[in-house]
């Protein structure tokens, strides 16, 4: 089953724990290794690449590298945003952003 698959099954789910009165901000566009990916604009770049079914943020000792804490501990989510290093987990999307595996 494909990422954006299952996200439009989790929707519904979604929306009934939602708050009332809170909504998510509209989806902007950006890239990874020059793929066209959306999501709301001031998620975590490292949840909205794994939304999008990119969890291979890099190479690693014998497998890719894939976003592990969340919470800018482990490192394992570094990408190149913007020709820069950063950690995805950490990183806020906003539109336009050019990120690369690191
Ligand atoms: S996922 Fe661990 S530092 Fe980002």
């Known amino acids: 089953m494909d990422a954006a698959r299952q996200r439009d099954m989790l929707d519904p789910v979604a929306a009934s724990l939602r708050m009332a009165g809170i909504a998510r901000p509209d989806a902007v566009p ?9 999501a709301p604009a001031g998620e975590s ?7 999008a079914g990119m969890r291979g943020l890099g190479a690693g000792p014998g ?3 894939a976003a592990l804490c969340m919470m800018g501990t482990c490192q394992q989510c570094l990408v190149r ?22």
Do not use: H, K
């Open 30 to 38: 950006f890239s990874f290794n020059g793929i066209a990916v959306q």
């Open 45 to 51: 770049l490292a949840a909205a690449l794994i939304a």
């Open 81 to 102: 945003v913007d020709g820069r290093l950063a950690q995805a987990c950490l990183t806020r999307v906003r539109p336009g952003l050019e990120v690369t595996a690191a």
């Open 63 to 65: 497998a890719p590298r």
